[in-house]
């Protein structure tokens, strides 16, 4: 993508002249901290340790320059590995530009034409990570407004609002109850399980997949993430009573920073027996045991029962996500 141009952008009450141009790899380095008024993204050095790792790249990324050289906004996609990005991870605005709706809206867009041409499918995913308490908070919510009217307009027009949660080292760990047993599996057991989870899940994303897949198509698709994912497969295990009778799934997982719980479903007609508790207790000792200093996990507002299950765990609530995505 060439850059796009000089174009008028309100700073501080004047008009003044910036491009929208995919950045040298030291235009990226010099993007990473960012004057903005509300943070719903990585912080600075967070920004630094993506792009140290590959995981943001400049091929991926588009940046509003003023004629002075500053940066006044930026939008940079992420990907696991240098082959392609899946997700867009850092877009963010300065503090003092006026216009930032139509600012934020022309940075998706340039990036959009820029992966492309590249031969990525777009639009990819945004999310927001927000304090607990963020509608208490005008300008976190003037914020969280302006992107999602902006990420709307550019294809992004599914909202689910989720719970971070996470588990730390010098938390006691959840009791092992025995009352299961766990044990590893064959991928065809798995996508039997995972499309038998999928009944009466209170996902919102399972929930909009089941709209235009079948279970078993989103099953297979399950499988495919957890093996693209840092963990390894052989931490999978089924849950079983101590008759054999196979209740739910736990999958162990991690991404690039941190172990996480990754899957864990009870099946529908074992829910409400307390199996929650112990698939979770599983998950989290079998981290734990192997040295992890933090397991992170996320669920959906709308799953109150997961949410109380990571309570009882011993998981604090560290932040709400806002995930923005097509359909």
């Known amino acids: 993508?060439?850059?796009?141009?000089?174009?008028?952008?309100?700073?501080?009450?004047?008009?003044?002249?910036m491009r929208i141009l995919q950045p040298s790899a030291a235009q990226l380095a010099s993007a990473a901290a960012l004057s903005i008024p509300v943070e719903t993204g990585l912080s600075a050095s967070e920004v630094v340790a993506e792009i140290e790792a590959g995981r943001i790249r400049p091929e991926w990324s588009v940046l509003a320059i003023e004629e002075s050289g500053a940066v006044i906004g930026r939008a940079m996609w992420w990907g696991?590995?240098?082959?392609?990005?899946?997700?867009?991870?850092?877009?963010?605005?300065d503090a003092q530009v006026s216009g930032r709706g139509s600012l934020a809206s022309a940075l998706l867009n340039a990036g959009h034409e820029a992966l492309s041409s590249r031969g990525v499918a777009v639009p990819l995913p945004h999310t927001m990570?927000?304090?607990?308490?963020?509608?208490?908070?005008?300008?976190?919510?003037?914020?969280?407004?302006?992107?999602?009217?902006?990420?709307?307009?550019a294809g992004l027009t599914r909202v689910n609002e989720r719970l971070q949660f996470q588990w730390d080292a010098d938390r006691p760990l959840p009791p092992e109850l025995g009352s299961l047993v766990f044990a590893p599996a064959d991928d065809d057991t798995f996508i039997r399980l995972f499309a038998a989870a999928a009944e009466g899940s209170l996902d919102v994303m399972t929930r909009r997949e089941l709209e235009s897949s079948s279970p078993d198509e989103l099953a297979r698709a399950e499988i495919d993430y957890y093996r693209a994912c840092p963990g390894e497969r052989s931490w999978w295990h089924t849950?079983?009573?101590?008759?054999?009778?196979?209740?739910?799934?736990?999958?162990?997982?991690?991404t690039p920073t941190n172990r996480n719980v990754g899957y864990l479903a009870v099946l529908p007609e074992y829910r409400g027996r307390g199996?929650?508790?112990?698939?979770?207790?599983?998950?989290?000792?079998?981290?734990?045991?192997?040295?992890?200093?933090?397991?992170?996990?996320?669920?959906?507002?709308?799953?109150?029962?997961?949410?109380?299950?990571?309570r009882r765990a011993g998981y604090r609530c560290t932040e709400t996500r806002i995930d923005l995505e097509a359909p």
């Open 80 to 93: 696991r590995d240098t082959a392609v990005p899946i997700a867009l991870d850092v877009w963010d605005l």
């Open 129 to 153: 990570r927000l304090p607990n308490d963020w509608r208490h908070h005008a300008t976190v919510v003037a914020e969280v407004d302006l992107k999602t009217r902006a990420a709307a307009a």
């Open 275 to 310: 199996h929650v508790d112990e698939i979770l207790a599983f998950i989290t000792r079998f981290h734990a045991e192997q040295g992890t200093p933090r397991i992170t996990a996320t669920t959906d507002v709308t799953n109150a029962p997961m949410a109380a299950a990571f």
């Open 239 to 254: 849950a079983a009573t101590t008759d054999r009778t196979v209740v739910g799934v736990a999958i162990p997982s991690a």
């Open 1 to 17: 993508m060439s850059d796009k141009g000089l174009l008028a952008v309100g700073v501080a009450g004047e008009a003044r002249a």
